[in-house]
RNA sequence: GCGGGUGUAGCUCAGUUGGUUAGAGCGCGGGUUUGUGGUACCUGAGGUCGCCGGUUCAAUUCCGGUCACUCGCCCCA
């Protein structure tokens, strides 16, 4: 049936799906603050070299992922791929560069024209942190942490498995390139077509390719940790040293690399295995070089992002708050009555629902529909004798109560069935 | 961008080895109960059988294309 539909990858976020993403933003922004990460936004589109070179040229996500156009000024934009780029511009923006540290909490949509899978969207949404300015090894282990703890409220924590690895600065990364490239040329005629193309783009997505005939060949490949300065090797132990501290279990995978051009350093994933193909849940790592890449000056820089689709599906959404009360009139004048009295009541924090029609068995079955805990009713009888109906919804009983004392009763009867 | 699967009512799905009125359950409307929900019974509405084309006397069914969804590859949250 040709119906109208939304753009593929995108989804509308009705109640009952958005309940889940308020959840997942909710716990991760309680927790961001409670390290001292204050929540910030940034445009969903940037000028298009905001992403371009920092994410670099070459990378899958700036070839061939964008939503780039050009606007009736002549500006090339492009939606926001993700959120990392742009908060560091922001900073630099502001002239917050001269006040550090900068920590930051953000959540919104991002934008990636690629085919939808399961937990994989065109328009998807994430939560992320970023840690400015300090270039030590706390940083890495705080935002780490901070991920962990998150993870953990939402009840995925033990689906997960903490992936870490250091690609080292840039130096070692350098050297360990040109030893990788060398052994990989020697193979070269073995490898998968893609890793080929990779050899000469970035030969470390070579390492965590899935062909099998690549797995074998780098069975022998050079490791990035024989690679290592002192400086560099000194980085990734005291991170270590860190998370073992406060007992954060990880595991040590020096196959994995990350898309984007501008990690460094310390670079991890939170990793399952219930979201078939699209196992990676949270992912950041250490990105020293971006603010300078974007003419801010040498600052360092940790942080990480999270698919909010992907934690939903995996964490349990709390239900929203029962309907304490639903206020059924059978007619329009008493309709306005209960309208006036359904104020104080909200206003006392009840959530209070509105019968919008005057024939009581439809609005009765409403009612239930909506698990009300209690229903009012105003008809005729009532009105005459200046009372309402109050019922409960769970028992059946019902009770006559003056119009004068209902909003005090409701009250009084709502506050003590929740003790 | 590449490969596999799917597309029948609001939802979940049967079905027609090509034939006249296309079904079920749930949900929805009305009623038994003209001021009382959750149970039960009765009853009703709702379908270009994704779209376009081909084969055929006849296509929802067969064939081709296309679109959408879905799973995987690439890549990524």
Redesign the pocket.
């Known amino acids: 049936?040709?119906?109208l539909?939304?753009?593929?990858?995108t989804s509308d976020l009705l109640p009952e799906v958005m309940a889940g993403h308020r959840h997942v933003t909710d716990t991760a922004k309680t927790v961001s603050l409670s390290f001292g990460f204050e929540e910030m936004a940034t445009p969903v589109f940037e000028f298009t070299e905001v992403f371009a070179r920092p994410l670099g040229e070459t990378?899958?996500?700036v070839s061939k992922?964008t939503y780039t156009f050009t606007d009736r000024g002549g500006e090339s934009l492009t939606l926001r791929p993700?959120g990392t780029a742009g908060a560091v511009r922001a900073m630099i923006s502001s002239g917050l560069t001269q006040t550090m540290p900068q920590k930051y909490f953000y959540a919104g949509p991002?934008f990636?024209y690629?085919?939808?899978?399961?937990?994989?969207?065109?328009q998807?949404h994430?939560i992320g942190v970023e840690l400015l300015g300090v270039p030590s090894a706390i940083g890495d282990a705080e935002v780490i942490t901070l991920g962990h703890m998150v993870l953990s409220r939402l009840g995925v924590a033990d689906h997960c498995v903490l992936n870490l690895n250091t690609l080292g600065d840039t130096e070692s990364r350098q050297a360990y390139r040109q030893a990788l490239v060398e052994y990989l040329n020697g193979h070269k005629d073995n490898l998968s077509e893609?890793?080929q193309r990779?050899l000469h783009l970035n030969p470390l997505?070579i390492l965590?390719?899935?062909?099998a005939g690549d797995k074998d060949i780098l069975v022998n490949a050079p490791d990035l940790a024989d690679y290592l300065n002192a400086v560099s090797a000194d980085h990734f132990a005291a991170v270590r040293e860190y998370l073992d501290a406060v007992n954060i279990k990880y595991q040590i995978n020096s196959r994995l690399?990350?898309?984007?051009d501008y990690y460094g350093h310390t670079t991890f994933?939170f990793i399952t295995d219930a979201l078939?193909?699209?196992?990676?849940?949270?992912?950041?790592g250490r990105y020293d070089g971006l603010t300078a890449m974007l003419g801010g000056g040498d600052i360092a820089g940790v942080g990480w992002?999270?698919?909010i689709?992907?934690l939903a599906m995996l964490s349990d959404i709390p239900s929203p708050p029962p309907v304490d009360v639903m206020m059924i009139g059978?007619s329009e004048p008493h309709m306005a009555t209960l309208f006036q009295l359904a104020m104080p009541l909200r206003e006392q924090g009840l959530r209070v629902e509105t019968g919008y029609a005057s024939?009581?068995?439809?609005q009765?079955?409403r009612?239930?529909?909506i698990n009300a805990g209690h229903?009012v009713?105003?008809?005729?009888?009532?009105?005459a004798r200046q009372v309402a109906?109050v019922?409960?919804?769970?028992?059946?009983h019902?009770d006559e109560v003056a119009i004068n004392d209902l909003v005090e009763h409701m009250i009084g009867r709502i506050r003590q069935r929740q003790i």
């Open positions: 049936m040709a119906k539909q939304s753009p593929r990858g990378s899958d996500v992922e993700e991002m990636r690629e085919r939808p899978q399961k937990g994989r969207m065109r998807f994430q893609d890793s990779r997505r965590d390719s899935k062909d690399v990350r898309g984007l994933e078939g193909a699209q196992g990676t849940v949270m992912a950041g992002a999270a698919g689709e992907r059978t024939n009581l068995g439809k009765m079955k009612a239930d529909r229903v009713i105003l008809g005729d009888d009532e009105a109906m019922r409960s919804m769970t028992d059946g019902q």
